[in-house]
Nanobody
Framework: QVQLVESGGGLVQAGGSLELSCAAS????????MGWYRQAPGKQRELVAS???????NYADSVKGRFTISRDNAKNTVYLQMNSLKPEDTAVYYC?????????????????WGKGTLVTVSS
């Protein structure tokens, strides 16, 4: 079984910064792409940023220049540094990972999600 656990959410004033972390654990053989999504109240979940195993990155237009995604493959961890936060960044942020897992000698490739961490930006 594979688990993703996010941390780092909280309350911050507009213009402030937060860093989110997401650590994957379990019977992991390797992790392909990892990413951060967010869901604001009454809205659909949307991609914030993603990063490949070789650290190629992709960002939503709304966060370009303000957020930076990075990963530590040795720690199976992905980070999201969020600067110049705006009230519209308020949402539950979810970690996602495309994991190749090994269990009882069987290799499987599945998508996993964390439970989410709340980021609230006050104006």
């Amino acid at each position: 079984q594979v688990q993703l656990v996010e941390s780092g959410g909280g309350l911050v004033q507009a213009g402030g910064s937060l860093e989110l972390s997401c650590a994957a654990s379990g019977s992991i053989f390797s992790i392909n792409a990892m990413g951060w999504y967010r869901q604001a109240p009454g809205k659909q979940r949307e991609l914030v940023a993603s990063i490949t195993k070789r650290s190629s990155t992709n960002y939503a237009d709304s966060v370009k220049g303000r957020f930076t995604i990075s990963r530590d493959n040795a720690k199976n961890t992905v980070y999201l540094q969020m600067n110049s936060l705006k009230p519209e960044d308020t949402a539950v942020y979810y970690c996602n990972a495309d994991v190749v897992a090994v269990r009882a000698g069987i290799i499987s490739n599945m998508d996993y999600w964390g439970k989410g961490t709340l980021v609230t930006v006050s104006s």
